[in-house]
């Protein structure tokens, strides 16, 4: 193609045509330049639709993740309402001096409990080492963030709080009357033994009445928040799949 180019260009100086030359060399000078304009623009297309497959990979992983998190909420939430009804019976006995029961320490087990989160962000982990502004929709990117950098945050610490809290203040107190065993068969892993005179002892001791109270309030605090991370990844699962879908 260059050779015919230059073929066509020689024969008109040859035959002394110099402006017929001239428009020929602007002609092929534009011709060049829309070259230049179509192969910027085919590779601006390209680097577009790798940055939306990419972007669809991210939103799908993170997608995945979430409904994995949400489970895993779904069944700390369930935990932590059974551990408040756990309380209030073992209230209940205590302010009635209710006969110790089989019942009673299988409440007692409960608050030995710790729901642990541990939220899977790969998902996210990607997009913030591909650059968050890869998700093109500004309501969604700012929803993710949100719900990853501060949410989840929030929760962490408070989990935190009360994995401090007990043992800090409630498991010595646990410890002054039951004996835990770790049993695989049981619900919820752990047994907890009492004899009848340190039931006894219990019921007339206001500071484990104390601890069981502060053990309720802390727990409703975590449940309260766990709710709220269960809603925030309801909502964003779906502002993801009405994304995807648009991508697709």
């Known amino acids: 193609m260059i050779k015919f180019f230059r073929k066509i260009r020689q024969k008109l100086l040859a035959e002394n045509k110099f402006s017929k030359y001239l428009l020929y060399a602007i002609g092929e000078i534009i011709l060049v330049v829309i070259g230049i304009l179509i192969a910027l623009q085919i590779g601006q297309w390209n680097k577009e639709s790798e940055i939306n497959k990419l972007e669809l990979t991210i939103l799908k992983e ?44 299988d409440n007692a087990s409960l608050l030995r409990v710790m729901p642990h989160y541990q939220p899977n962000k790969s998902g996210y982990d990607l997009l913030v080492s591909k650059g968050i502004s890869i998700i ?12 990853y950098e501060n949410l989840y945050t929030y929760y962490n610490r408070y989990e935190e709080e009360r994995f401090m809290f007990h043992i800090n203040i409630s498991e010595p ?49 975590v449940l309260s928040r766990a709710i709220r991370v269960a809603n925030s990844i309801e909502k964003q699962l779906y502002f993801l799949n009405n994304e995807i879908q648009d991508i697709e």
């Open 62 to 105: 993170i997608e995945s993740n979430l409904n994995d998190d949400l489970n895993q909420m779904q069944g700390d939430i369930s935990l932590m309402q059974v551990m408040d009804t756990a309380c209030v019976n073992l209230k209940n006995a205590i302010n009635t001096n209710s006969e110790l029961t089989k019942d009673f320490s």
């Open 136 to 147: 093109s929709n500004d309501s969604l990117r700012n929803s993710i963030s949100t719900h």
């Open 173 to 221: 107190k646990l410890l002054e009357y039951f004996s835990f065993e770790f049993d695989l068969d049981n619900t919820y892993y752990w047994i907890a033994n009492i004899s009848l005179k340190d039931y006894e002892k219990l019921l007339d001791d206001e500071s484990f009445t104390k601890v069981l109270k502060a053990i309720e309030s802390e727990n409703k605090q």
